[in-house]
């Protein structure tokens, strides 16, 4: 037995090759692009949906009652049903819905809209009824986030003692399609040259002066 196993043919032994392994790069680069193109439509995606969330519908309904009262006739951002009121309209209206448009509750309901046309009327409410420290922040916070007619009306603050900052403003409302702002140029300046390229009069936001009428 054990000369049979002295003379038995033993075959090699093969050895099985490995394959090769993966370097930890070439899988994990493109799961972190994967992972950040997510991530940016991601965000993209809740920034379109934030103002989709579900707000109490009395919040509408201060809405309206705001463009009731106080929207601009030629205000490009207002929907075409709603028919504005002129300046001389706001100055009529009664010291009751005035502080009623003005107090806090009713600024608040506006600025979580997403539209920053309920500011500018409220600013414009305020301006004309001569609480101008009030209108200048509602009015200065409605330009920055994007109202076309609130530019027109922050120039009157600057238009005697910074008449270039009045003079940019205006030139935003107009490159920015609001009619009257062309009529207040030729009031202040004539009828002189004016920008109309919207990539060179965008928004204007005095923030130099701003702390003056907070």
Do not use: C
């Not at 706001?90 to 009623?100: F, H, K």
């Amino acid at each position: 037995m054990r000369s049979a196993m002295r003379h038995r043919r033993i075959k090699p032994t093969r050895k099985r090759q490995s394959s090769p392994s993966i370097p930890i790069w070439a899988w994990a680069m493109p799961l972190g692009i994967g992972l950040l193109v997510g991530a940016f439509f991601f965000g993209r995606y809740i920034e379109g949906e934030r103002w989709r969330v579900d707000l109490p519908p009395e919040f509408a309904e201060v809405w309206e009652g705001i463009d009731l009262l106080a929207a601009h006739p030629y205000d490009p951002d207002k929907p075409e049903d709603v028919p504005g009121v002129s300046d001389e309209e706001i100055v009529g209206i009664s010291e009751e819905d005035v502080d009623l448009l003005l107090s806090d509750w009713v600024i608040d309901v506006a600025a979580v809209a997403a539209e920053p046309r309920y500011l500018f009327e409220l600013g414009r409410v305020a301006l004309i009824h001569d609480q101008i420290k009030l209108a200048y922040v509602l009015l200065e916070t409605a330009n920055a986030r994007g109202s076309v007619p609130a530019s027109m009306y922050l120039a009157s603050y600057f238009e005697e003692d910074h008449p270039e900052q009045a003079r940019q403003l205006l030139e935003s409302a107009i490159a920015m399609g609001f009619k009257p702002a062309s009529d207040y140029w030729e009031t202040l300046f004539g009828t002189g040259k004016i920008s109309t390229d919207p990539a060179q009069s965008t928004p204007f936001a005095p923030d130099s002066i701003g702390e003056a009428y907070r």
